[in-house]
């Protein structure tokens, strides 16, 4: 009989494990893969944007859905809390540009094993290569390796994104099956499909202005990098943008990225310098200019949409040739097709209704002593180390409530 049995092996789950061992509770951990926090071993493409320093309130901005509802965790356990613990723990951590907080290693291997091995010194029983199969009240937890009995479990299995790590929404099913609402599942954070990816070749954008279009209407804008790789659009400005997107397809709306190559130049600018590059390259051709001011993966595409041959000599180039030039470059409009699945996608958007968790304890409404903490909830932050700074704030608050 363990006093607490928390389910997922994750950055909630270790964090909820150790604190309520911390306070001298019997706890167990269970986790179906062969060690804890796969996922959080990858995350931030390997180096762990562990949280970030932003005050309160523009922190919780970023906390696209469930800002509310996470304030007072968040108000107990916030972003110093987290770097002091960190630290603590014997992880060194730098901040970055944005307020972005990651190991000084550089490693998020370092954040991983330095809460496992936190945990382990709290006494948490740590069982890998147990999946949990059930969960019935009183509380019964069944597995592949046997019951466990307890008065008090913590869900903190995650969301569905990065499932070969393990996180397959196993959670969903206990919190439904025990009479939760689940709130409808979507990938969030995530890259999104264009047609003819293959003609911008790996093209990297940096400082470039991003706006996205929902039906004609700009709804929300970015400055910052666009990546175009081998199956998709990606990068930091179309990730955050993300979420908005893929509501969007799910109402079946237009979705158009725009993105502005030359957003330093103002339209005037733009013109002279245009100008003053045709004035310099007599005798050239449209395709000349276009190599002088953008990169070579876009011309096709700006050939087309400004309807101008990419071999009409420069000598013919008429004004109006020119303000069309000057649309499209600060204007390029990508049709958005779709969203990648839930494989690609750095978070899981929706989940258990936070109308039935108390957001002052983490315990379920319907069901007493049952907990949730991190992803399974329907919380999902923008990306800049928040997502998971939900996670640690939610998982304290939950382990300290018994």
């Not at 954040?111 to 936190?118: F, H, T």
């Not at 237009?254 to 003053?276: F, H, T, Y």
């Not at 923008?382 to 998982?395: E, R, V």
Request: with cysteine; proline share 3%.
């Amino acid at each position: 009989m363990f006093d607490i049995i928390v389910v997922g092996g994750g950055v909630a789950g270790l964090m909820a494990a150790g604190t309520a061992a911390e306070r001298g509770l019997r706890v167990v951990l269970l986790e179906k893969m062969e060690k804890p926090a796969r996922k959080l071993r990858i995350t931030g493409k390997g180096r762990c944007n562990v949280t970030n320093t932003r005050p309160q309130k523009e922190f919780l901005e970023k906390v696209e859905q469930g800002a509310d509802f996470v304030r007072f965790a968040f108000e107990q356990f916030d972003n110093r809390a987290t770097i002091n613990f960190f630290e603590k723990i014997g992880v060194p951590l730098i901040e970055e540009r944005g307020g972005r907080v990651f190991p000084a290693s550089g490693r998020a291997v370092d954040i991983a094993e330095a809460l496992v091995n936190w945990c382990k010194r709290q006494g948490v029983d740590i069982r890998c290569n147990t999946k949990v199969i059930g969960i019935e009240g009183d509380f019964v937890v069944k597995s592949n390796r046997g019951e466990f009995r307890t008065k008090k479990v913590i869900i903190t299995t995650g969301g569905v994104s990065y499932p070969l790590t393990g996180s397959t929404g196993d959670g969903y099913d206990f919190a439904y099956e025990l009479g939760h609402e689940i709130v409808p599942l979507r990938p969030s954070l995530v890259p999104l499909q264009i047609d003819d990816i293959a003609d911008y070749k790996k093209l990297q954008l940096r400082n470039v202005g991003v706006k996205l279009l929902i039906n004609n209407i700009v709804s929300d804008e970015k400055f910052g990098d666009v990546d175009f790789t081998d199956v998709a659009l990606s990068g930091a400005t179309i990730i955050q943008l993300s979420r908005r997107v893929v509501d969007a397809i799910d109402f079946k709306k237009g979705v158009i990225i725009e993105i502005d190559l030359k957003p330093a130049l103002s339209i005037e600018k733009l013109r002279g310098r245009i100008e003053r590059e045709i004035e310099s390259l007599r005798g050239a051709t449209f395709k000349v200019l276009l190599q002088k001011l953008t990169p070579s993966s876009l011309h096709k595409k700006i050939s087309r949409d400004t309807k101008i041959n990419i071999n009409k000599p420069l000598g013919m180039f008429t004004e109006n040739d020119t303000l069309t030039l000057i649309g499209v470059l600060k204007g390029l409009r990508f049709e958005v097709k779709d969203y990648r699945p839930y494989a690609e996608a750095i978070i899981t958007a929706g989940g258990v209704s936070l109308d039935e968790i108390d957001e002052r304890t983490m315990e379920s409404k319907k069901v007493k002593g049952l907990y949730f903490a991190g992803e399974v909830m329907d919380v999902d932050c923008a990306t800049g180390g928040y997502n998971i700074q939900m996670a640690l704030s939610t998982a304290v608050l939950a382990a300290k409530n018994f």
